[in-house]
Antibody, heavy 119, light 110 residues
Framework: EVQLVESGGGLVQPGGSLRLSCAAS????????MDWVRQAPGKGLEWVGR??????????DYAASVKGRFTISRDDSKNSLYLQMNSLKTEDTAVYYC??????????WGQGTLVTVSS | QSVLTQPPSASGTPGQRVTISCSGS????????VYWYQQLPGTAPKLLIY???QRPSGVPDRFSGSKSGTSASLAISGLRSEDEADYYC???????????FGGGTKLTVL
């Protein structure tokens, strides 16, 4: 059974940093692209970025809103995906979801972890 | 403002058929597969339709998807109270080099 469990969310001040983790199980992480998607309170879904699979050398893409501030990495030996968030802004407040990408489609989602950026 | 345009709300009575539209452009819907997600209150999204009109196993055949040009639609027939949720379309955008989501449609079962 595919499972994705996010952790690391919490309250952080504007300008601060936070690192989210996503523990994956039930599939071979290195075979899959992985996305991060966020959802601000009461708002819709927003794609944050993605990490391609081992065959694509784990290359990454990011949304314009987070490029240069957020970094996606992974440790396949630990079955884990990470999202390093720096220079956080109040508008980054959201539930952050880790998601597995199947053949071009996000087919599994984690339960999400809440990040609140506030002074 | 979302790259993909969905109506903010839709409604229907039990047993009715409702459709939710998703309008995009040549760089997204016009050239890539469309996906639909259902998000029940307080939960993570769930894949409902992939590759424009395919249903994952376990998704009832009451749900169907279609695409024409730069627009797509999700149809739900035989509406049930448990279908009350937010629905999102999604697609890869070649110009933005990123995945884009519609703004979401809140479906109310009256």
């Amino acid at each position: 059974e595919v499972q994705l469990v996010e952790s690391g969310g919490g309250l952080v001040q504007p300008g601060g940093s936070l690192r989210l983790s996503c523990a994956a199980s039930g599939f071979t992480l290195s075979d899959h692209y992985m996305d991060w998607v966020r959802q601000a309170p009461g708002k819709g879904l927003e794609w944050v970025g993605r990490s391609r699979n081992k065959a694509k050398r784990y290359s990454t893409d990011y949304a314009a809103s987070v490029k240069g501030r957020f970094t996606i990495s992974r440790d396949d030996s630990k079955n884990s995906l990470y999202l390093q968030m720096n220079s956080l802004k109040t508008e980054d407040t959201a539930v952050y979801y880790c998601a597995r990408v199947g053949v071009g489609v996000i087919d599994y989602w984690g339960q999400g972890t809440l990040v609140t950026v506030s002074s | 403002q979302s790259v993909l345009t969905q109506p903010p709300s839709a409604s229907g009575t039990p047993g009715q058929r409702v459709t939710i539209s998703c309008s995009g452009s040549s760089s997204n819907i016009g050239s890539n597969f469309v996906y639909w997600y259902q998000q029940l209150p307080g939960t993570a999204p769930k894949l409902l339709i992939y590759s424009n009109n395919q249903r994952p196993s376990g998704v009832p055949d009451r749900f169907s998807g279609s695409k024409s040009g730069t627009s797509a639609s999700l149809a739900i027939s035989g509406l049930r109270s448990e279908d009350e949720a937010d629905y999102y379309c999604a697609v890869w955008d070649d110009s933005l080099s990123g995945r884009v989501f519609g703004g979401g449609t809140k479906l109310t079962v009256l």
